[in-house]
């Protein structure tokens, strides 16, 4: 059964690209490592919430967007053999891109095992 990962955190509008660079070296890695998909989503309508909501939940700040990520693993052993080997290995951390463009104290991740999946039938 696959297994997911999954992300929220803030990240300055003004690095937006140095993000998507990050995502996209660090990508190289993942997938070597036995990582099936890996989604970034930059904020568009994210809204605060009354009482909970992703900008409450990262704490935005002033020209911060909220981006939500997942990545999808063909299962939890090769996940966290990766994401030991990922911790371990400065040579795998430098190839990922090095400095974090965004306040990683103020992201949350966690592991998740799916429950429902459903995918729309495509056209022939």
Not at 42 to 60: M, N, R, Y
């Amino acid at each position: 059964m696959s297994y997911v990962q999954g992300f929220l955190l803030a990240v300055p509008e003004a690095n937006k690209e140095a993000y998507r660079k990050m995502s996209e070296d660090a990508w190289a890695v993942f997938e070597s490592l036995g990582c099936l998909e890996s989604q970034e989503n930059w904020g568009d309508a994210v809204e605060p919430g009354k009482v909970t909501s992703f900008p409450q939940a990262v704490k935005l700040e002033e020209g911060e967007v909220v981006v939500f990520s997942w990545m999808i693993w063909p299962d939890k052993a090769t996940h966290d053999a990766a994401w030991e080997k990922i911790m371990t290995d400065p040579e795998l951390q430098a190839q990922m891109g090095g400095e974090m463009p965004f306040d990683g104290m103020r992201m949350m991740w966690g592991g998740f095992k799916p429950l429902f999946q459903a995918k729309a039938a495509v056209p022939a």
